[in-house]
């Protein structure tokens, strides 16, 4: 499986970002989920959200609840990342992610990554 991601740039805090995750080299992504992992300057990567194809369930991580939205298209080819109220803290390389598993609770190392997109966020 190939992820392209792309959508990252710069924005003011509180402004709003969407990325975009294409993904290619299956005929089916059903029991694949896919997700969002960033890194900051100096800071393990880290899981952000991520959404299962198989059922359409989602999970975040706690600090961009309520502020970032993970969702899919019908083809179930291409994830995107709403981001809303963008703090400086959510400057990082954001990375796509795919993992051959159902559900998206996401556990262990993901077996297939994008190249990074970066996002900054001025304060």
């Known amino acids: 499986v190939q992820l392209q991601a792309c959508g990252g740039g710069l924005v003011q805090a509180g402004g709003s970002l969407r990325l975009s995750c294409a993904a290619s080299?299956?005929?089916?992504?059903?029991?694949?989920?896919m997700g969002w992992f960033r890194q900051a300057p100096g800071k393990s990567r880290e899981f952000v959200a991520a959404?299962?194809?198989?059922?359409?369930?989602?999970s975040y991580e706690d600090s961009v609840k309520g502020r970032f939205i993970i969702s899919g298209d019908n083809a179930k080819t291409t994830v995107y990342l709403q981001m809303d109220s963008l703090k400086p803290e959510d400057t990082a390389v954001y990375y796509c992610?795919?993992?051959?598993?159902?559900?998206?609770?996401?556990?262990?190392?993901?077996?297939?990554w994008g190249r990074g997109t970066l996002v900054t966020v001025s304060s």
């Open positions: 992610a795919a993992q051959v598993a159902y559900g998206s609770r996401w556990l262990g190392t993901p077996d297939y």
């Open positions: 959404i299962s194809w198989s059922g359409g369930s989602t």
């Open positions: 080299g299956r005929t089916t992504l059903n029991n694949y989920r």
